[in-house]
């Protein structure tokens, strides 16, 4: 006589009872890394397999979308030759001249409008109009008044890196409560330390905002400056690709560029993190 064999929800006809492993994965330290790890990667993972196998049955061509694999060679082949470490080189000096500026600029403005009104009413209405024009409208006069050198591309690197920056100080600035100002001119602080210990602090998570979108303003211009005239980087490098029907490279090119736009987002944002950190610790 066959005995019957009863399967239980969850449980599987060997007898494991994979709701309860789940649960005890879930309930453990590493399981709730590991679902996040999954449903970071799995979303690219499954978009990339799909671009694989569609590139690979020839649905696909190799000039308009070359496949995953194309683009890991064309990335080695660029690092192998030694092209991409110095377009890489020349426009990460671009980036970090223009940043600098354009981020000393946009902090000294900002800090000055958000403490003193008549600066502020001088100052303001100017980026404003400057905000409105994009971007690309400024490449020809700064090219037409500083030529196509180094200064004028990182010029437009500061332009584009300025707006986000002022604005995001002034409101930060701004948004200090009234009775930290009361209460400064109460105790005769120094403006130093008034700015220092009071003003900077309360201002500085909208301040660290404003230079995480200046990072990401001054790659978008550094390409785009470098694809206006010049023999070196990585917009010179993209052009290049393009003119060539170099999908492959223009591609590796692009996920580069992003991925170092991701890198130096984070590292804002674990400075920004530590910054803050010693805010509260300073606080109590």
Known sequence: MAKELTVG???SASGINFKKISGDI?????????LALFNTIAVPVLLLAL????????LLLDVILPSPV???????????????????AVSGK??????????????????????????????????????????YAWMPLIILWFG????????????????PIFLNTLQGIKGVQAE?????????????VFLRKIVLPSAISSIFTGLRLGAGNAWMAVVAAEMLGGLTGLGYALMKSREFLWSDKLIALMVVI????????VILRKIEESTLKWKKKTAK
Do not use: C, H
Request: hydrophobic share 50%; glycine share 14%; net charge positive.
């Open 26 to 34: 879930g309930s453990s330290k590493l399981g709730p890394r590991l």
């Open 180 to 192: 930290y100002f009361e209460l400064a001119q109460v105790l005769e602080l120094k403006k130093g």
């Open 94 to 135: 671009r980036v970090l001249i223009g940043y600098l500026w354009g981020a000393g600029i946009a902090l000294i403005l900002g800090v000055l409008s958000g403490l003193n009104k008549i600066v502020e009413r001088i100052v303001s209405p100017i980026i404003n109009v400057i905000r409105q024009i994009p971007l």
């Open 148 to 163: 196509i050198g180094e200064l004028s591309k990182e010029i437009i690197i500061a332009r584009g890196v300025l707006i």
């Open 70 to 88: 194309k683009v890991v060679k064309a990335f080695i082949e660029m690092v192998k030759d030694g092209t991409l470490g110095i377009d890489l």
């Open 51 to 58: 671009w694989q196998i569609l590139s690979g049955s020839g």
């Open 258 to 265: 992003g991925v170092i736009g991701v890198v130096i987002d």
């Open 9 to 11: 929800a969850g449980t």
